[in-house]
């Protein structure tokens, strides 16, 4: 099966920078999406962005004009990068992914925690 790894969260104040890291095992995971979706305390779960294996893009409206997603297909890895955090980014951020071979699987790690606050 697919394990996924998040790392980078923290404590940043409103306005500055955090790049949050998402690595799956093992390499040869063939993995066809992977993105982010965060949940915070009494919302539901919603997504954040995502990436194919073919490099198409998407930054949900949250995050559009702030945010980045890219990988390195070689390292297994994707990146976010949340640049002008506000607080209400304040989140728990999962790393997500999906692989499409004779069903939909999905793949989730256990969270990273990023809090913006002054």
């Known amino acids: 099966q697919v394990q996924l790894v998040e790392s980078g969260g923290g404590l940043v104040q409103p306005g500055e920078s955090l790049t949050l890291s998402c690595a799956a095992s093992?390499?040869?995971?063939?993995?066809?999406?992977m993105g982010w979706h965060r949940q915070a305390p009494g919302k539901a779960r919603e997504l954040v962005a995502f990436?194919?294996?073919?490099?198409?893009?998407h930054i949900a409206d949250i995050g559009k004009g702030r945010f980045t997603i890219s990988r390195d297909a070689a390292k297994n890895t994707v990146y976010l990068q949340m640049n002008g955090l506000k607080p209400e980014d304040t989140a728990v951020y999962y790393c997500?992914?999906?692989?499409?071979?004779?069903?939909?699987?999905?793949?989730w790690g256990q969270g990273a925690r990023v809090t913006v606050s002054s």
């Open positions: 997500n992914g999906v692989r499409y071979s004779s069903e939909r699987e999905d793949y």
């Open positions: 093992p390499s040869n995971s063939n993995l066809d999406i």
């Open positions: 990436i194919t294996n073919r490099d198409i893009t």
